[in-house]
């Protein structure tokens, strides 16, 4: 069982930058691979990013240029760099992990966080 949770969320202006972390438990977090999700009001959830267990990444094409995806084995976590924040990037990230070891695009994961609200004014 893996546990994560994420945090750094906020409140930012657009144009502005925020780091999202996920910190997860257990001893085998290199082997996953993990991923950022979000989920804006009324609408369904959606890929953002994900990096694998060789440090492979996807973006989706909407985050492409403006968020980079990484990950610090030795401190279990996965961060979002997110910059030029518009305010369509409004919306909860969920931060998960998958066993594949994969950066899957899909919502396939096994585990999930609970989520942290980011907010990007105009």
């Known amino acids: 069982q893996v546990q994560l949770v994420e945090s750094g969320g906020g409140l930012v202006q657009a144009g502005g930058s925020l780091r999202l972390s996920c910190a997860a438990s257990?001893?085998?977090?290199?082997?996953?691979?993990m991923g950022w999700f979000r989920q804006a009001p009324g609408k369904e959830r959606e890929f953002v990013a994900a990096?694998?267990?060789?440090?492979?990444?996807n973006y989706a094409d909407s985050v492409k240029g403006r968020f980079t995806i990484f990950r610090d084995n030795g401190k279990n976590t996965v961060y979002l760099q997110m910059n030029s924040l518009k305010p369509e990037d409004t919306a909860v990230y969920f931060c998960?992990?998958?066993?594949?070891?994969?950066?899957?695009?899909?919502?396939?994961?096994?585990?999930w966080g609970q989520g942290t609200q980011v907010t990007v004014s105009s």
């Open positions: 257990g001893r085998t977090f290199s082997s996953y691979g």
């Open positions: 998960a992990a998958d066993r594949s070891g994969l950066p899957r695009t899909n919502d396939d994961y096994d585990y």
């Open positions: 990096i694998g267990r060789l440090g492979g990444t």
